[in-house]
């Protein structure tokens, strides 16, 4: 199996609905997310996928996101902008715009700071 990943970055900031603690209040980050895909045949380039076709992916999907408060996004109305969640949403849209490439496996790592992330991935 061959696993490539890339990685971008956003700067947004969110509170945390119903939770007792400081990130009830507004503050921010400087998130740092990855997508790696799993391939396990490379097409006639040698290739599982061109990073380029990735990077590209991955940046439209989290350009909304930059300099925002994730609370005013409509997917964030109903649910906390976690990174729990924010990982999942990331993954849900990747896995629609990378249906035409033959992945095995396809995760999305989100980090909220340099040590503390959540990754998604379905079984």
Not at 49 to 59: A, F, G, N, Q, W
């Amino acid at each position: 199996m061959y696993y490539l990943r890339v990685r971008d970055y956003f700067s947004a900031a969110h509170y945390l609905r119903g939770y007792k603690g400081k990130c009830e209040a507004l503050h921010g980050h400087n998130w740092a997310v990855e997508m790696e895909a799993g391939f396990d045949r490379l097409d006639s380039a040698g290739m599982g996928m061109d990073y380029k076709d990735m990077k590209r992916i991955l940046k439209e999907i989290i350009e909304p996101f930059d300099h925002t408060e994730l609370n005013r996004l409509p997917i964030f109305f109903s649910q906390n902008p976690t990174t729990e969640n924010i990982a999942r949403f990331i993954y849900e849209e990747a896995k629609k715009r990378l249906s035409e490439y033959d992945l095995k496996r396809l995760s999305i790592t989100v980090w909220e700071s340099e040590d503390s992330c959540c990754r998604y991935e379905e079984d």
